[in-house]
């Protein structure tokens, strides 16, 4: 019988748990569970003989690879993969899939959510702003870029996007103003929206130069990645422009001092709750139970990432 590992430091829902259960008992899977575990050990152990593994973002190194004797797929129920060590799973001859779209509803409302909140100035009774009507520039028009544009349009925002891997027809085709140059985006737009992936390309790219082209009352949401901004150049714009502002779904690593300096003008979560729903944990669940049941009885690799 094969073992499915089910390994989350961030738990998913019950429910989408009991939904991953019922489709691994039907096709005669057995399904492991690991959660909130603490030390990288506790993977070790648990990764020793299965024969699929479901993460989300725990980390999978080339040290559990190595561990894990019979393990033939890797699934990050998610969108991202950095993860996950791509190159060492190849070695290992272990596919490696993501789940992407699953969640990016889920993301997308949160951006909404922290704007409204920031907006608002964090609910303190003071007199805030409205989004309607400012321009929201959406960097990178991949599955939760598009959600985001989509309930961005409902609040009536002037949404524009940048991606150099999407085709102008597709952006257009959504009615937004698609931006051919980054600069030129980050220039026009009150609100910029990050989801871009954290890679060699993109890894502190949000810098300072770029950062020091958003106009009056500028606010940057981050539900991607951390790793993606320049934090010295963040704090340096956020330092010279008062009006400068920043959510993040993940603290950045200068937490303290971003804290200490600017209180009002930052929100961090205080753990990744982009994708923490109920419906985000069954989408990507089951569709990372399914990925694996098509991987063993069809050999379908679709999504395969290595
Ligand atoms: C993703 O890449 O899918 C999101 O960042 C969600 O990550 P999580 O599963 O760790 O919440």
């Known amino acids: 019988m094969k073992k499915i590992l089910i390994a989350t430091v961030k738990p998913f829902a019950t429910a989408a748990i009991e939904q991953m259960k019922a489709l691994l008992d039907e096709a005669g899977y057995e399904m492991l569970l690991l ?146 140059n980054v600069e030129d985006m980050y220039r026009d737009a009150q609100y910029i929206s990050l989801h871009i992936p954290a890679n060699e390309q993109t890894i502190k790219s949000i810098n300072y130069d770029l950062l020091k082209l958003m106009p009056e009352n500028a606010v940057l949401i981050n539900t991607a990645r951390k790793e993606i901004i320049d934090e010295d150049g963040l704090l340096k714009i956020m330092t010279e422009r008062p009006d400068f502002k920043y959510i993040s779904d993940i603290a950045p690593d200068k937490k303290e001092e971003f804290e200490s300096r600017f209180a009002d003008r930052i929100f961090f979560t205080p753990k990744k709750m982009g994708a923490q729903t109920a419906e985000a944990n069954i989408n990507a669940g089951v569709a990372a139970v399914k990925q694996i049941i098509n991987f063993f009885e069809k050999n379908d690799l679709t999504y395969k990432l290595n």
């Open 35 to 180: 959660e909130k575990y603490e030390d990288k050990q506790a993977l070790l152990d648990a990764v020793k003989d299965v024969d699929a593994l479901v993460v989300r973002s725990d980390k999978v190194t080339e040290e559990v690879l190595n561990h894990a004797e019979k393990l033939k797929i890797v699934v990050r129920a998610g969108a991202g993969y950095d993860n996950i060590d791509l190159d060492a799973a190849t070695k290992n001859n272990v596919v490696v899939m993501n789940t992407p779209g699953q969640n990016a509803n889920a993301v997308a409302e949160l951006v909404l959510g922290l704007m409204v909140m920031m907006a608002r100035n964090k609910y303190n009774g003071k007199s805030g702003t409205e989004l309607k009507g400012k321009t929201l520039g959406i960097h990178a028009y991949g599955n939760v870029g598009k959600n985001v544009a989509r309930i961005a349009k409902g609040f009536e925002m002037n949404v524009v996007a940048y991606d150099p891997y999407v085709s102008s027809e597709i952006v257009e085709c959504d009615g937004l103003k698609d931006y051919e």
